[in-house]
């Protein structure tokens, strides 16, 4: 398994930008896609941003062309770089690697414990 940890969450005022960071340790022997979710009270999980394991980077629906992930391998780590911050994008962000078992195929998530994003007005 990985251990994701994610930072740079806080607060910015509306049309602002701040850049999430995820750091990754651990082995595993599975391919792994690493993305961003997020979730607000009341509602599920959403996609934020992924890029899989072939390099194809998947889009929600809210974010793009505001949003953009990208990864440094020799630092292990995932950016999520959000510009043109609106309220809607107040939620907790999760890092998250998107896994295939080597062995049995079996898909799973790692998560990090998540932080906090807030847009004001």
């Known amino acids: 398994q990985l251990q994701l940890v994610e930072s740079g969450g806080g607060s910015v005022q509306a049309g602002g930008s701040l850049k999430l960071s995820c750091a990754v340790s651990?082995?595993?022997?599975?391919?792994?896609?690493m993305g961003w979710y997020r979730q607000v009270p009341g509602k599920e999980r959403e996609l934020v941003l992924r890029?899989?394991?072939?390099?194809?980077?998947i889009y929600g629906d809210s974010v793009k062309g505001r949003f953009t992930i990208y990864q440094d391998n020799a630092k292990n780590s995932v950016y999520l770089q959000m510009n043109n911050l609106i309220t809607e994008d107040t939620a907790v962000y999760y890092c998250?690697?998107?896994?295939?078992?080597?062995?049995?195929?079996?898909?799973?998530?790692?998560w990090g414990q998540g932080t906090q994003v807030t847009v004001s007005s």
């Open positions: 998250a690697a998107d896994c295939k078992d080597a062995t049995d195929g079996y898909y799973y998530t790692d």
């Open positions: 651990g082995y595993t022997s599975s391919t792994c896609g």
């Open positions: 890029i899989d394991s072939d390099g194809t980077t």
